[in-house]
Nanobody, 118 residues
């Protein structure tokens, strides 16, 4: 398993942008990486994912066109660029890793808080 540490969260006004980073303790090129979020009183939900080589991405409908996931395997870092933020994007955002040939995420970061004010 890799150890993951998120950063970049904060308070931003609606319409603003933030970029989250997820730094891994080791090499990440054998892992697909994902971003999840959990809002108060809600269950954790999938946000976006990027394949081990960065060639494929997917995201949930509510963030399409606004959020972009990317990675730099040379830096063992994954990013989530969030634009046009809305108050409903407020949540704790988690980075996660899964082996590229396995379906389940088995490594998780501690989370970073994103708060969007209206």
């Amino acid at each position: 398993q890799v150890q993951l540490v998120e950063s970049g969260g904060g308070l931003v006004q609606a319409g603003g942008s933030l970029r989250l980073s997820c730094a891994a303790s080791g090499r990440t090129d054998g892992y697909a990486m994902g971003w999840f979020r959990q809002a108060p009183g809600k269950s954790r939900e999938f946000v976006a994912e990027i394949s081990w080589n960065g060639r494929a991405t997917s995201s949930t409908d509510s963030v399409k066109g606004r959020f972009t996931v990317s990675r730099d395997n040379a830096k063992n870092t994954v990013y989530l660029q969030m634009n046009s933020l809305k108050p409903e994007d407020t949540a704790v955002y988690y980075c996660a890793a899964r082996l590229r040939d396995k379906p389940g995420y088995n490594s998780w970061g501690q989370g970073t808080q994103v708060t969007v004010s209206s």
